[in-house]
């Protein structure tokens, strides 16, 4: 296929392919700083992610700066919302 349709248009389809499966995996969430967007794979049972590509320690649930043992500001109704959307649309919406 690489050889079809070249090097450039191959980089984004695979690129985009990868992006659609890791969108799939429900332990895998994006740094949310906009350079960044690095996936993350998220531990079971723990609210913190830290990206592996700049460092950032960020709270999985509401995706600002990892807050520790102080509660997450998003309400139980939010999270209901936000498990229907795509982590996209969680971004957008915060």
């Known amino acids: 296929v690489k050889e079809l349709v ?3 248009l191959f980089a ?3 690129r985009l ?3 659609s499966s890791l969108d799939l995996m429900a332990d895998v969430v994006y740094c949310p700083r906009p ?3 690095t996936p993350v794979m998220q531990e079971p049972g723990c609210t913190m992610g830290i990206c592996s590509s700049c460092n950032y320690a960020f ?3 509401c995706k600002m700066s990892y807050h520790g043992v102080s509660p997450c500001k998003v309400t139980a109704g ?3 919302c936000f498990g229907n959307g795509t982590h996209r649309e969680l971004q ?3």
């Open 17 to 19: 392919l990868l992006q």
């Open 92 to 94: 957008l919406s915060l």
């Open 35 to 37: 350079c960044c967007q």
């Open 59 to 61: 709270c999985t649930l």
């Open 78 to 80: 939010e999270l209901h």
């Open 6 to 8: 070249g090097e450039e």
């Open 12 to 14: 984004r389809y695979d």
